[in-house]
């Protein structure tokens, strides 16, 4: 089976600017869970979708938001860029939105914000 | 709640053991462990799902003691390829998103 792949894996914006980075989960996975990584904050819960609707949401302000497909795939949007979202975004799936089942990373989307 | 990690960094000798520690201030349905190598994504590396118990594979092992709402992995015999930040997700209730420790991180030398 393939692993969770992510789009771009690179993106250098500039602030005020907004950005979409796309998610594939495993094949089979509906839940998808977004996650913030910085040096300073580890990582930080964004968002999970399950079955294209917002489950969870983590303490980020509204310009970060997302959206599942009926395929499963995400999507995350950041607008009005700051130079504090400078990050390595982490998308993950899991086959259920339960606790107990493995929850698998993709590679990351490496956002710089100038 | 953020689940706390101990300690934050470690440095070992090849050969030497370890045990990262991490506890939640709540209940705990499970707990889910990565290793994350720099500029890499975290690797699954096991899950515990009850009290009590107790996994591994290789020589890399870990325990869930519920009552104390904490986990632990250990690594012996630690080797080269260990190196990286290790993290402990924890999930505390059955439906809920997995919430993070701020990681350990692990640098084993020659």
């Known amino acids: 089976k393939a692993g969770v792949t992510q789009t771009p894996r690179y993106l250098i914006k500039t602030r005020g600017q907004q950005v979409t980075l796309s998610c594939s989960p495993i094949?089979?996975?509906?839940?998808v869970s977004w996650y913030q990584q910085t040096p300073g904050q580890g990582l930080q819960f964004l968002f999970e979708?399950?079955?294209?609707?917002?489950?969870n949401k983590g303490n980020f302000p509204g310009r970060f938001s997302g959206r599942q497909f009926s395929n499963s795939r995400s999507e995350m949007n950041v607008s009005t860029l700051e130079l504090g979202d400078s990050a390595l975004y982490l998308c993950?799936?899991?086959?259920?939105?339960?606790?107990?089942?493995?929850?698998?990373f993709g590679p990351g989307t490496r956002l710089t914000v100038l | 709640q953020q689940p706390v990690q101990s300690p934050q960094a470690v440095i070992l000798r090849e050969g030497e053991d370890a045990v990262i520690n991490c506890s939640s201030s709540?209940?705990?349905?499970?707990v889910h462990w990565y290793r994350q190598k720099h500029g890499e994504a975290p690797v699954f590396l096991m899950i515990?799902?009850?009290?009590?118990e107790q996994k591994g594979h290789d020589k890399i092992s870990a325990s869930f003691n519920e009552k104390k709402q904490q986990s632990s992995l250990y690594l012996t015999a630690s080797q080269l390829s260990y190196s990286g930040t290790y993290f402990c997700?924890?999930?505390?209730?059955?439906?809920?998103?997995?919430?993070f420790g701020g990681g350990t991180r692990l640098m084993v030398k020659p």
């Open positions: 515990l799902l009850k009290g009590g």
């Open positions: 094949s089979g996975h509906r839940s």
């Open positions: 979708y399950f079955s294209e609707t917002q489950r």
């Open positions: 709540k209940a705990l349905y499970s």
């Open positions: 997700g924890t999930g505390n209730n059955a439906g809920n998103m997995l919430t």
């Open positions: 993950a799936s899991r086959y259920r939105q339960v606790s107990t089942d493995t929850q698998y």
